[in-house]
């Protein structure tokens, strides 16, 4: 297979920079892929790693005739990232991100981009709890969403080159306004990893009056929110910080349906916790039914809060 891009910049080498590596080198997707990432420490092991052909602590570097650009920072960092590449970016290149808010990230990145690029924003709809150079994987965006939340005028040739590099990733590629996505994944990602570090910290408070037996005898359905609440402290707080408003209006909805079950806990009205946990459990089997791997991190589909009243 021929490339489709001859330089593909990667800034940031994380998880998902580091799953991206692999996969642009497995498929044959560029001639020379530059990785840029802050610390030189986090640089040096994707030098070992062997993720790309070249690599520099500067973006502006990193960028310079890359026909492709992928920001896969922590969403609080893409203004400084936008900041400092917007004068090295070559005319027709594509910038695209793949971070986990949207609003907030084409708010800062947007007035940097000059008007000789195309900035598409993206979010692969895949991960884990894992993190940096070394999380990274081969196939982890096979048969997941990737959604695109384009601005006003984006030029069609340039959506579809990067709609087909998703795609051959194996992704699934859909289109969002920024402020639908961010409602949509308050509710299917963020508040579920919300609820989880929430949990696990009571859990951690409670554990002197338990005497440690939370940890003993932690089973299955705690283990699972153990997982979500492992999530990269930086890039969580970001994810809170930069979809406030969408994170609190679902929060609280939220705290009203669990109020909802706590007083027909309290009053012993087991119809009314039937009813709802017969519901939920509806929603899997006909998220099996779709086709998604429930097993696995996933989302379910995109557009799942339209049902809601
Ligand atoms: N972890 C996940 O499961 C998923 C994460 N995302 C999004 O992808 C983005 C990256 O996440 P991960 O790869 O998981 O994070 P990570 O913590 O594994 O990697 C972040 C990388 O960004 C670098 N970095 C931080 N600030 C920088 C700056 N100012 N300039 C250059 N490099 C900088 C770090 O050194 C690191 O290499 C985030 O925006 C996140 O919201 C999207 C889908 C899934
Ligand atoms: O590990 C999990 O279950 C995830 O939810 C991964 C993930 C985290 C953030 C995203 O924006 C997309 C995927």
Redesign the pocket.
Known sequence: MTAQFDRIAL???????SSLAHDIKRLGLAKEVVI????AE?LKRAEELALGDRYTTS?AEAVEGADLVIV????G?SE??AKEIAGSLKPGAIVTD???TKASVIAQMQPHMPPHVHFIPG??L???EK???D?GFPGLFEGRWCIFTPVADTDPAALNTLRQFWETLGSKVDEMDPEHHDKVLAIVSHLPHIIAYNIVGTADDLETVTESEVIKYSASGFRDFTRLAAS?P??WRD?CLHNKDAILEMLARFSEDLAYLQRAIRWGEGDKIFELFTRTRAVRRSIIQAGQDVDAPDFGRPHALDKKP
Do not use: E, K, Q
């Open positions: 800034i940031g080498i994380g998880l998902i920079g840029a990432t802050r610390s986090t973006s896969s920072v922590p969403v960092a400084s990232v793949v971070g986990s979010h692969p895949a991960g884990t993190s940096g150079p999380a990269d930086t890039m994810v």
